[in-house]
């Protein structure tokens, strides 16, 4: 269980909610959850800002702080932005860079109105 600051109270049970889940790749390299829990105990991180797809991950990277005795930091899950059609903005589906937008005109005002006409992914 954690508080998220955007979502609230977050319960989830291992083995339920999710099972095991790999902390060292084949390839030799941490996994994604071992490598971001590392990482922000290193640096000091207090309060991890994510997307909203990835608070299911925080489960898991919440054994790992437990498992490695490291403190974990406060969490806060954003809405994800959206294009026009209601997919998320995002590399792998070709979004459109800040770059390309502001050559399109696009001003930060602009883009703010736009996204709370389309609203957010749950």
């Known amino acids: 269980m954690f508080h998220d600051s955007a979502c609230g109270k977050q319960e989830a049970e291992c083995g339920a909610a999710f099972g095991d889940f790999v902390?060292?790749?084949?390839?030799?390299?941490?996994?994604?959850?071992?490598?971001?829990?590392v990482d922000d105990a290193a640096m000091g991180i207090t309060e991890v800002v994510r997307g909203a797809d990835l608070?299911?991950?925080?489960?898991?990277?919440l054994l790992l702080?437990?498992?490695?005795?490291l403190t974990a930091p406060e969490f806060h899950h954003c809405p994800l932005m959206l294009d026009a059609a209601g997919v998320r903005l995002a590399k792998?589906?070709?979004?459109?860079?800040l770059r390309t937008l502001r050559a399109a005109g696009c001003t930060p005002e602009s883009l703010r109105a736009e996204w709370g006409k389309q609203g957010v992914a749950s």
């Open 92 to 97: 792998r589906h070709d979004a459109l860079s």
């Open 65 to 69: 702080y437990d498992a490695l005795q």
């Open 55 to 61: 608070l299911q991950s925080t489960f898991r990277q």
């Open 23 to 37: 902390v060292w790749r084949k390839d030799d390299l941490p996994s994604y959850q071992l490598a971001v829990v």
